[in-house]
T-cell receptor
Framework: DSGVTQTPKHLITATGQRVTLRCSPR?????VYWYQQSLDQGLQFLIQ???????AKGNILERFSAQQFPDLHSELNLSSLELGDSALYFC???????????????FGEGSRLTVL | AQKVTQAQTEISVVEKEDVTLDCVYE???????LFWYKQPPSGELVFLIR??????QNEISGRYSWNFQKSTSSFNFTITASQVVDSAVYFC????????????FGTGTRLKVLA
């Protein structure tokens, strides 16, 4: 158990819909990262937050948005869903001592999104 | 730009064989960190090792060993006497000590260990 909690674990929805994925980082971790893993694909970095502020942005679509709340949990919002958005979405957090983001990432179990 | 290449898409070995997973990285920075993660069939990603760019000592942990060579920009991972439980997708990753805070992952190598 990494200590990172993601909900829901599975989600099935239709094209055009909107979903919200939630992540609670490990206790004490201020950084949250979101990654997308499509079928048989590697991990694509989406976005990173540190203590409520956006720190880095990757290949995140405009239809997607995220935020980190004062209690440090984060949400990834996916809207106008398309079939190609079906993927495993991972949240990860990193230790407080590695403020610049060089420590290991602790991953949640992922949220598997299926768009029909 | 930074890049991580894992050229081996899938490797199959028979139990007890040794296997090496290759990782080649690209960066112009002199200070960076390299990682290996394991993703078993259950899906979660498990941290295996972190290595900083100033530490080229090889590391051994049980049946796992890592060979870091800056001269060839490689950070290879060897499993000795492989076991069925080693079957997983293994990812190599890179992050810099400054600036972007992004962790760049390779595309992963799927290892199948056959009984």
């Amino acid at each position: 158990d990494s200590g990172v909690t993601q909900t829901p674990k599975h989600l099935i929805t239709a094209t055009g819909q909107r979903v919200t994925l939630r992540c609670s980082p490990r206790s004490g971790d201020l950084s949250v990262y979101w990654y997308q893993q499509s079928l048989d694909q590697g991990l694509q970095f989406l976005i990173q937050y540190y203590n409520g502020e956006e720190r880095a942005k990757g290949n995140i679509l405009e239809r997607f948005s995220a935020q980190q709340f004062p209690d440090l949990h984060s949400e990834l919002n996916l809207s106008s869903l398309e079939l190609g958005d079906s993927a495993l979405y991972f949240c990860a957090s990193s230790p407080l001592k590695d403020r610049v983001g060089t420590g290991e990432l602790f991953f949640g179990e992922g949220s598997r999104l299926t768009v029909l | 730009a930074q890049k991580v290449t894992q050229a081996q898409t899938e490797i199959s070995v028979v139990e007890k064989e040794d296997v090496t997973l290759d990782c080649v990285y690209e960066t112009r920075d002199t200070t960076y960190y390299l990682f290996w993660y394991k993703q078993p069939p259950s899906g979660e990603l498990v941290f295996l090792i972190r290595r900083n760019s100033f530490d080229e000592q090889n590391e051994i942990s049980g049946r796992y060993s890592w060979n870091f060579q800056k001269s060839t920009s490689s950070f290879n991972f060897t499993i000795t006497a492989s076991q069925v439980v080693d079957s997983a997708v293994y990812f190599c990753a890179l992050t810099l000590a400054s600036g972007t805070y992004k962790y760049i992952f390779g595309t992963g190598t799927r290892l199948k260990v056959l009984a």
